[in-house]
T-cell receptor
Framework: DTAVSQTPKYLVTQMGNDKSIKCEQN?????MYWYKQDSKKFLKIMFS???????INETVPNRFSPKSPDKAHLNLHINSLELGDSAVYFC??????????????FGPGTRLLVL | AQSVSQHNHHVILSEAASLELGCNYS??????LFWYVQYPGQHLQLLLK??????LVKGIKGFEAEFIKSKFSFNLRKPSVQWSDTAEYFC??????????????FGQGTILTVHP
């Protein structure tokens, strides 16, 4: 009954590879997000989608490409992985597009290690 | 840009001690404020939130936080901690204006360790 789920939980890969992380929410929310938690534990927003439309796109390398096939899913594809991409990636969702007043619900995180 | 700072990186307490975790933010306008908790091996969970009204908000598990606008602070408190409160605590802020509108900005987290 996990509200926001992510797969995989752990991902270890070599530099230069391409990998994807998947996120699904069963809360019926319209908006989904990807965050990156760096080594200093700061969580920073990367992207947000509302009803499959991109609404937030922070300064993220274009090697990162989010894809939302439907409003319950938001996947993150990363091309040509670099050492600096090693981090924990969190997916989140919220009810609607009124971003200011929404509470976000988080997934368990995907720990990515690039060797 | 909006920023959030949490004063303590790691707090160590004995059971029954009182807890206060500091959180300060930089945005001068209207804000929504949140505390999230991450228990070992689990995902981030909402502990409490402030949108408007009474600046003293109560959350789950006996936690409360007080919004002091003049001090740009939203400190988390609990009168008597338990071993099960061992976790990492994140303060987060959303602003109603500026370039960070609607974006949730997190502090770097405070690890709380409670010894039995």
């Amino acid at each position: 009954d996990t509200a926001v789920s992510q797969t995989p939980k752990y991902l270890v890969t070599q530099m230069g590879n391409d990998k994807s992380i998947k996120c699904e929410q069963n809360l019926g929310h319209d908006t989904m997000y990807w965050y990156k938690q760096d080594s200093k534990k700061f969580l920073k927003i990367m992207f947000s989608y509302n009803n499959k439309e991109l609404i937030i796109n922070e300064t993220v390398p274009n090697r990162f490409s989010p894809k939302s096939p439907d409003k319950a899913h938001l996947n993150l594809h990363i091309n040509s992985l670099e050492l600096g991409d090693s981090a924990v990636y969190f997916c989140a969702s919220s009810q609607g597009a009124l971003l200011y007043q929404e509470t976000q619900y988080f997934g368990p995180g995907t720990r990515l290690l690039v060797l | 840009a909006q920023s959030v700072s949490q004063h303590n990186h790691h707090v160590i307490l004995s059971e029954a001690a009182s807890l206060e975790l500091g959180c300060n933010y930089s945005y001068g306008g209207t804000v929504n404020l949140f505390w999230y908790v991450q228990y070992p091996g689990q995902h981030l969970q909402l502990l409490l939130k402030y949108f408007s009204g009474d600046p003293l908000v109560k959350g789950i598990k006996g936690f409360e936080a007080e919004f002091i606008k003049s001090k740009f602070s939203f400190n988390l408190r609990k009168p008597s901690v338990q071993w099960s409160d061992t976790a990492e605590y994140f303060c987060a802020v959303k602003s109603a204006g500026g370039t960070s509108y609607g974006k949730l900005t997190f502090g770097q987290g405070t690890i709380l360790t409670v010894h039995p």
